[in-house]
């Protein structure tokens, strides 16, 4: 598998996905036919390690894929973006470990809600684990979960991702929401499992590998590899989105002023704006992802400024992604509204991906920001 084979696959995929989107939404998790097509186009194996049937192609590569997916169906692209980027992950963890995933089954998926909210205790030999984690996008088609908790050593709390087996947890079925409905992003509920230490992991500390495997991807920082699927998958809600419009448009009749809208110069204006906004946050994601590849590959120490840099372009991407959606949904007129359009779907999943917490603008602003003009990194920010 390369690069072009990985992209060429998704885009064959986004007819049937495109198809599948409206009942994707009403049923509130992907059908089983969607996981299975992704499968089978190698999506969620292009970050995972070769040494188990994985392709370790460059991140780019799979955010474009996710993008094409996205554009045909934003609960699909998320999922696929979401618990695609979890081998590359996983990866980092040590062979054993990769090995009780993968070992039997190299399509072994993992799910993840990574924010803090359950109850971590040390004991010996690793950790217990009770409480209730929330936005496991796609859980309902992994065998593992990765949760996050705060672990304090020597005094300094840092945050550290809890691999979990199916075996350990329950699925709260609570996704009802306006947005992104198809992703089943439901509640992971833990009564009381036990993680040993080696499934544990330092997550946005962690930027190389255990040494396990020689790939340079691996070796690239998790804020800029996970924010970075987000990113891709929102793009692609909103390529989607501005598709619809366009075609829309080309046959619309403007009742109110009884013109074609492909006559309008407004609209017109408004396609060309919303075009150039997602050309630039898609090659700047390629271009940051694959100078920070570049830089590892030569043995470069990421520093701070260049990890900021790529964060501050991924949320500025996210919301690009989001103002060429609404640019365009404000010229579609009345009939966007309506639920059998799918532009209306479109819009609602582009904000619902904003509201996620990696692509917090101003936030992920001020981590390229606040250093720049002599400050520190805000506390608690994925660098």
């Given at each position: 598998?390369?690069?072009r084979?990985?992209?060429?696959?998704?885009?064959?995929?986004?007819?049937a996905?495109r198809e599948r989107a409206?009942?994707?939404?009403?049923?509130?998790?992907?059908?089983?036919?969607s996981i299975k097509?992704m499968h089978?186009?190698?999506?969620?194996?292009?970050?995972?390690?070769?040494?188990?049937?994985?392709?370790?192609?460059p991140?780019?590569?799979?955010?474009?894929?996710v993008?094409?997916?996205?554009?045909?169906?934003g609960?699909?692209g998320?999922?696929?973006g979401?618990?695609?980027?979890?081998?590359w992950?996983?990866?980092?963890?040590?062979e054993?470990?990769?090995a009780?995933?993968?070992g039997e089954?190299p399509?072994t998926?993992?799910s993840s809600?990574?924010?803090p909210?359950?109850?971590?205790e040390?004991v010996d030999?690793?950790?217990?684990?009770?409480?209730?984690w929330?936005?496991?996008?796609g859980c309902?088609?992994?065998?593992?979960?990765?949760?996050?908790?705060?672990?304090?050593?020597d005094g300094?709390p840092?945050?550290?991702?809890?691999?979990?087996?199916?075996s350990?947890?329950v699925?709260?079925?609570?996704?009802?929401?306006?947005?992104?409905?198809?992703?089943?992003?439901n509640?992971?509920?833990?009564?009381d499992a036990?993680?040993?230490?080696r499934r544990?992991?330092?997550?946005a500390?962690?930027?190389?590998?255990?040494g396990v495997?020689d790939?340079?991807?691996?070796?690239?920082p998790f804020?800029?590899?996970?924010?970075?699927?987000?990113?891709?998958a929102?793009?692609?809600?909103a390529?989607g989105?501005v598709a619809l419009?366009?075609?829309?448009t080309?046959?619309?009749?403007?009742?109110s002023y009884?013109?074609k809208?492909s006559?309008?110069p407004f609209?017109?204006?408004r396609?060309?704006?919303a075009?150039?906004?997602?050309?630039?946050?898609?090659?700047?994601q390629?271009y940051?992802m694959d100078?920070l590849l570049?830089?590892?590959e030569?043995?470069?120490?990421?520093?701070e400024?260049v990890?900021g840099?790529?964060r501050r372009d991924?949320v500025?991407?996210?919301?690009?992604?989001?103002?060429?959606?609404?640019?365009v949904?404000?010229s579609a007129?009345?009939?966007a509204?309506f639920?059998d359009?799918?532009?209306?779907?479109?819009w609602?999943?582009v904000h619902?991906a904003?509201v996620?917490?990696?692509?917090?603008?101003?936030?992920?602003?001020?981590?390229?920001?606040?250093?720049?003009?002599g400050?520190?990194?805000?506390?608690?920010?994925?660098l």
């Amino acid at each position: 598998m390369d690069a072009r084979t990985l992209v060429e696959n998704a885009k064959a995929l986004a007819p049937a996905l495109r198809e599948r989107a409206h009942q994707t939404e009403l049923d509130r998790k992907l059908p089983e036919s969607s996981i299975k097509e992704m499968h089978e186009a190698g999506l969620f194996r292009a970050l995972q390690p070769k040494r188990f049937d994985g392709f370790e192609l460059p991140p780019s590569a799979f955010y474009e894929a996710v993008t094409e997916i996205g554009a045909a169906c934003g609960s699909t692209g998320w999922v696929c973006g979401v618990v695609g980027v979890h081998p590359w992950q996983l990866a980092l963890f040590p062979e054993e470990t990769q090995a009780e995933v993968w070992g039997e089954d190299p399509s072994t998926l993992v799910s993840s809600s990574y924010a803090p909210t359950g109850s971590i205790e040390p004991v010996d030999g690793g950790y217990r684990l009770s409480g209730r984690w929330s936005f496991s996008s796609g859980c309902a088609h992994c065998d593992w979960v990765f949760l996050g908790g705060i672990v304090v050593k020597d005094g300094i709390p840092d945050h550290v991702t809890f691999l979990v087996p199916s075996s350990d947890y329950v699925i709260d079925d609570v996704w009802h929401v306006t947005g992104l409905s198809g992703t089943g992003s439901n509640d992971i509920v833990i009564e009381d499992a036990f993680v040993p230490e080696r499934r544990t992991q330092p997550t946005a500390s962690k930027i190389g590998g255990a040494g396990v495997h020689d790939n340079p991807i691996y070796r690239l920082p998790f804020a800029s590899v996970f924010a970075n699927a987000i990113t891709a998958a929102t793009i692609g809600i909103a390529v989607g989105a501005v598709a619809l419009y366009r075609d829309y448009t080309r046959e619309r009749i403007r009742a109110s002023y009884g013109e074609k809208a492909s006559a309008d110069p407004f609209a017109q204006v408004r396609l060309a704006e919303a075009c150039g906004e997602l050309d630039g946050a898609r090659l700047q994601q390629r271009y940051n992802m694959d100078d920070l590849l570049a830089r590892v590959e030569r043995g470069e120490t990421l520093s701070e400024e260049v990890r900021g840099r790529v964060r501050r372009d991924q949320v500025r991407g996210s919301r690009a992604a989001m103002q060429a959606t609404d640019r365009v949904f404000e010229s579609a007129g009345g009939r966007a509204i309506f639920l059998d359009n799918p532009m209306q779907r479109a819009w609602r999943d582009v904000h619902a991906a904003n509201v996620h917490a990696i692509n917090d603008a101003e936030r992920g602003l001020m981590i390229y920001g606040a250093p720049a003009l002599g400050g520190t990194v805000p506390m608690g920010s994925m660098l």
